[in-house]
């Protein structure tokens, strides 16, 4: 057992899914992935103090409404795994600060599962180590060890086998939030619904899942010109299907100049990428002009991290 401060700070990133391929759907009810996730300049803060029992409040700079506070709170279930996992005998109080948009694609609640696995390994002093926070992260959700991991990496399994992906420099991108959050497992049925309407059946050959190479190279190269136009995400008809303001949204960013768009993982939070820090501030401007919240972030950043 390591040295036990009495609180702690752990700031975890939202993530896109600059590439999003969906596989067939397994008797698990997952789908199988080959995604290439980016962290991204916005976060989840989780301060996690000694407690004698386990105690959660939320508050943010989103609308934190849908946010359980019970153990349906992946924070939440993330301590309690881990205090299981590693028999440790104490509580914790977390507190979330969100700025993550809820139920918006991005991540937030697998951050914050992420980040309350090391600020109570670094509590308690478990000192469980990357692998095994890894496995824990993953019994947690599937976008959970990517949160842990930052970066920017391919995801393939569930989207909770990553590698990490080389990639140069920094993309800027403009995100477009939504009052109203997508339900994952819903979007997934949906596209389930839209395969099967195109007669996809099963014993068609395997669908082809890899991320494309050119995907890899722009990432490689740090060159958004070359990024935008393999920008893909499997999702995003049927989260357009339920909100076709998305459709608008996204011909607005690139009528606005954006050099490409997509849908962020289920959506509906809307990602468009841009040159530079000022072009992205154009864009971002222009979209503001609409009415619509629309947020400058940059990417890749680290995954979950001890603060100060
Ligand atoms: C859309 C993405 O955010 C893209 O990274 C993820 O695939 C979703 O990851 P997540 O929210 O961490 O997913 P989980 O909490 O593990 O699963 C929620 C639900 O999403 C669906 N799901 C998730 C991951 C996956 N590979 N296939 C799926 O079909 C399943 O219906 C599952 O019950
Ligand atoms: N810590 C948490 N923060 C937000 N939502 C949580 C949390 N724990 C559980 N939830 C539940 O999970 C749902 C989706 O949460 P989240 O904000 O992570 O969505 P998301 O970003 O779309 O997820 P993903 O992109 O991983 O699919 C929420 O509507 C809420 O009911």
């Excluded at 509906?268 to 501030?281: D, M, N, V, Y």
Aim: charged letters at 20%; hydrophobic letters at 45%; a negative charge.
């Amino acid at each position: 057992m390591g040295q036990r401060p009495d609180a702690v700070h752990v700031r975890a990133p939202g993530k896109i899914n600059v590439y999003l391929g969906v596989g067939p759907r397994h008797d698990d009810g997952y789908h199988s992935l080959a995604t290439v996730f980016q962290a991204v300049s916005l976060y989840e803060d989780v301060y996690a103090s000694a407690a004698a029992g386990f105690t959660l409040e939320v508050d943010g700079e989103v609308d934190v409404s849908g946010v359980p506070l019970d153990d349906r709170n992946l924070a939440m279930r993330a301590a309690k795994l881990l205090a299981q996992t590693a028999g440790v005998d104490a509580g914790v109080h977390l507190r979330i600060r969100k700025g993550v948009p809820v139920a918006g694609g991005m991540g937030g609640g697998s951050a914050d599962a992420a980040a309350a696995l090391v600020a109570c390994d670094a509590l308690w002093g478990t000192e469980l180590g990357a692998h095994r926070l890894h496995a824990l992260a993953a019994r947690l959700g599937a976008d959970v060890p990517f949160a842990l991991h930052g970066g920017t990496a391919v995801g393939a399994g569930r989207g909770d086998e990553l590698t990490p992906a080389l990639a140069r420099g920094r993309f800027d991108w403009v995100l477009v939030l939504s009052e109203q959050g997508l339900s994952t497992p819903e979007v997934y049925g949906r596209l389930d619904q839209l395969r099967a309407q195109e007669g996809a059946v099963a014993d068609d050959p395997p669908m082809s899942l890899d991320v494309p190479l050119a995907v890899l190279h722009a990432l490689r190269a740090g060159d958004a010109r070359e990024l935008a136009p393999a920008l893909l995400n499997d999702l995003e008809a049927a989260a357009v299907i339920d909100r076709p303001d998305l459709g608008a949204t996204l011909i607005d960013g690139i009528r606005f100049g954006a050099l490409g768009g997509l849908v962020s993982g289920s959506g509906p939070t809307i990602a468009l990428l841009c040159e530079s820090p000022e072009h992205a501030r154009a864009v971002q401007d222009q979209l503001l002009g609409t009415g619509r919240r629309a947020l400058h972030v940059h990417g890749p950043v680290p995954g979950a991290r001890l603060v100060g």
